[in-house]
């Protein structure tokens, strides 16, 4: 009978194990398809939370580790080790986050109910940043594509908007001039012809 229960033991051990495997899997695909021009945004919103994955994968091999041994002085050690590793983890798996902000603009493109135009604002200490998106699709489909970037450090960014369905103009005060940048979009998927960079 006892060999029965280690079996389980052990058995659910190499579940939680799976399990965190998965979580991580989970996280690093959030983390690709928010980081890449053109990644699926459905993917980017519901995985892209690394301290939240972080907290559960934690947990979870934290728990696999209990399962997996018997001693009540080693259950203890794991135990401590586990929760004083998630709290180390947890704010470090933050700082490799991909940066972002609130969305403070969205715009349809003309004749395009499938095409938005999205502008995030966040911050660096104190300077502000602002990221230019192109979301193409609709539902499940929907596809960010990077169209800007502009670093309030040395720059701002006074405008975004449309410039036709398959085209974006950006509007970036250097303190000296304003620069105006014209991008295309691939008709078919929304895909910007080049990325406008002022970091």
């Known amino acids: 009978m006892a060999e029965m229960t280690d079996r389980r033991r052990w058995a659910a051990a190499v579940v939680l194990v799976g399990v965190a495997g998965v979580l991580i899997l989970g996280a690093w695909t959030g983390?690709?398809?928010?980081?890449?021009?053109?990644?699926?945004?459905?993917?980017?919103?519901?995985?892209?939370?690394?301290?939240?994955?972080?907290?559960?994968?934690?947990?979870?091999?934290?728990?696999?580790?209990?399962?997996a041994v018997r001693g009540a002085i080693l259950r203890s050690l794991i135990l401590v080790a586990g929760v004083f590793g998630t709290l180390v983890v947890t704010p470090a798996a933050g700082l490799f986050a991909f940066p972002g902000g609130r969305e403070s603009m969205r715009a349809g493109a003309p004749d395009r109910p499938d095409r938005h135009l999205v502008v995030e604002e966040g911050g660096a200490m104190i300077d502000p940043l602002w990221w230019v998106y192109v979301d193409d699709g609709s539902g499940l489909t929907t596809r960010r594509w990077h169209v800007?970037?502009?670093?309030?450090?040395?720059?701002?960014?006074?405008?975004?908007?449309?410039?036709?369905?398959?085209?974006?103009?950006?509007?970036?005060?250097?303190?000296?001039?304003?620069?105006?940048?014209?991008?295309?979009?691939?008709?078919?998927?929304?895909?910007?012809?080049?990325?406008?960079?002022r970091g």
Do not use: K
């Open 31 to 67: 983390q690709r398809e928010r980081r890449r021009s053109g990644g699926l945004l459905l993917a980017a919103r519901l995985l892209d939370h690394p301290m939240v994955f972080a907290v559960a994968v934690g947990a979870t091999l934290t728990a696999a580790l209990l399962l």
């Open 148 to 197: 800007g970037f502009v670093n309030g450090d040395y720059y701002a960014l006074r405008a975004a908007e449309w410039d036709g369905p398959d085209r974006v103009r950006l509007t970036v005060d250097t303190g000296e001039r304003d620069e105006v940048h014209v991008v295309g979009l691939s008709p078919s998927d929304g895909r910007p012809h080049r990325m406008v960079d």
